[in-house]
């Protein structure tokens, strides 16, 4: 199922640096996207989300852009701090309530 | 601050055996979902859960899963027969109400079939 792809496996940042994370997806009938950060051995734990309605969401650190005509969305996080070092998976669902559909997933290295 | 929480952490169990995956979803969540993650693979959906039925499934999710609430706090899976390729961390998530999009997901249960 490719309908939500991230093309970097990984990104390494200094500290204090911006991160950011590519998200593309085709399926036009998505409506809803989230990004979720993974440590290992630990679930997913949501970061910030966006509707189809709007192009840009902030929350502290976590900025999310969406480009609908491009079907890509971008996570930005601001200043990077070591303890974001993690795996990033952007996750796009039709509807609320409805199925979570996954990327592949970002691991981000943020050296001190 | 509320969490979903999962038992048990790990499972191991041998092929052909039955198992159960316990999870408690957050208190006022009344959306239910399993996903799990194949080593190495994408997080992939099983089934979602509302109203004490199920509201979608995938293709993975045959006649060997089931999922149920027996209460009003529980939320479980189990597989019927496990078999080699049903290996992978199985996570358990929630969601509050429609037009809330965001769901929560619990640590995990990595099952291991032998």
């Known amino acids: 199922d490719q309908q939500v792809k991230q093309n970097s496996p990984s990104l390494s940042v200094q500290e204090g640096r911006i991160s950011i994370l590519n998200c593309d997806y085709t399926n036009s009938m998505f409506d809803y996207f989230l990004w979720y950060k993974k440590y290992p051995a630990e679930g997913p734990t949501f970061l910030i989300s966006i509707s189809s309605i709007k192009d840009k969401n902030e929350d502290g650190r976590f900025t999310v852009f969406l480009n609908k005509s491009a079907k890509h969305l971008s996570l930005h996080i601001v200043p990077s701090q070591p303890g974001d070092s993690a795996v990033y998976f952007c996750?796009?669902?039709?509807?609320?309530?409805?199925?979570?559909?996954f990327g592949g997933g970002t691991r981000v290295l943020v050296k001190p | 601050e509320p969490e979903v929480t999962q038992t048990p952490s790990h499972q191991v169990t041998q092929m052909g055996q039955e198992v159960i995956l316990r999870c408690v979803p957050i208190s006022n969540h009344l959306y239910f979902y399993w996903y799990r993650q194949i080593l190495g693979q994408k997080v992939e959906f099983l089934v979602s859960?509302?109203?004490?039925?199920?509201?979608?499934k995938s293709e993975i999710f045959d006649d060997q899963f089931s999922v149920e609430r027996p209460d009003g706090s529980n939320f479980t899976l189990k597989i019927r027969s496990t078999k080699l390729e049903d290996s992978a961390m199985y996570f358990c998530?929630?969601?509050?109400?429609?037009?809330?999009?965001?769901?929560?997901f619990g640590p995990g249960t990595r099952l291991t079939v032998l």
């Open positions: 996750a796009a669902s039709k509807a609320a309530g409805n199925k979570l559909t």
């Open positions: 998530a929630s969601s509050e109400l429609a037009g809330v999009n965001e769901q929560f």
């Open positions: 859960f509302y109203n004490n039925e199920i509201s979608e």
